[in-house]
T-cell receptor, first 111, second 116 residues
Framework: ELKVEQNPLFLSMQEGKNYTIYCNYSTTSDRLYWYRQDPGKSLESLFVLLSNGAVKQEGRLMASLDTKARLSTLHITAAVHDLSATYFCAVDFYNTDKLIFGTGTRLQVFP | DSGVTQTPKHLITATGQRVTLRCSPRSGDLSVYWYQQSLDQGLQFLIQYYNGEERAKGNILERFSAQQFPDLHSELNLSSLELGDSALYFC???????????????FGPGTRLTVL
């Protein structure tokens, strides 16, 4: 059974600080996705990572994938309040298009 | 706005009842996925349809069923509802991957189901 674990589950950050969210998964896959969810809202696609060593950046967020370590990271640079949301990683189960989601990391950025 | 639409936005019903959730995928997307999001189970994949055919099944209860119609919209039917079925139900769509290409799924706004 594929398990996807994120840590931390909750992250409270001060504006301007940097931090990293980790996503570990238990079995082979080379497709990993990051989504953002605002409270009560839908999921917004952030990054698509398709191969070992893939790195994508958008604004203050950067995602990377290490398929050998079965690890993806989402790095936040100089956090701002607008980044407050829950972030999910999702792994494509044996590349079958079936997404297995992590537990989510609730990020709160305060002044 | 992802281009995926879901109706209704909210649904309140009683235990033992049956409801139908509807989803229209983005224009051109052949694949539709259903997910359930609850506080205790998190986000769980339920089922996938591709061009009218069931393609993958996840942790979907026998009381739940889905179908995809020729116009590609999909319906999720939930019957004999229990309190524990209260959750946010999302539909997503994608251009299906073909031999190595990726599968970015775009999510609809969700239907919040409350079972009383």
């Amino acid at each position: 059974e594929l398990k996807v674990e994120q840590n931390p589950l909750f992250l409270s950050m001060q504006e301007g600080k940097n931090y990293t969210i980790y996503c570990n998964y238990s079995t082979t896959s080379d497709r990993l996705y990051w989504y953002r969810q605002d409270p009560g809202k839908s999921l917004e696609s952030l990054f698509v990572l398709l191969s070992n060593g893939a790195v994508k950046q958008e604004g203050r967020l950067m995602a990377s994938l290490d398929t050998k370590a079965r690890l993806s990271t989402l790095h936040i640079t100089a956090a701002v309040h607008d980044l407050s949301a829950t972030y999910f990683c999702a792994v494509d189960f044996y590349n079958t298009d079936k997404l297995i989601f992590g537990t989510g990391t609730r990020l709160q950025v305060f002044p | 706005d992802s281009g995926v639409t879901q109706t209704p936005k909210h649904l309140i019903t009683a235990t033992g009842q049956r409801v139908t959730l509807r989803c229209s995928p983005r224009s051109g997307d052949l694949s539709v996925y259903w997910y359930q999001q609850s506080l205790d189970q998190g986000l769980q994949f339920l089922i996938q349809y591709y061009n009218g055919e069931e393609r993958a099944k996840g942790n979907i209860l026998e009381r739940f069923s889905a179908q995809q119609f020729p116009d590609l919209h999909s319906e999720l039917n939930l019957s004999s509802l229990e309190l524990g079925d209260s959750a946010l139900y999302f539909c997503a769509s994608s251009v299906v991957s073909q031999g190595g290409s990726y599968n970015e799924q775009f999510f609809g706004p969700g239907t919040r189901l409350t079972v009383l």
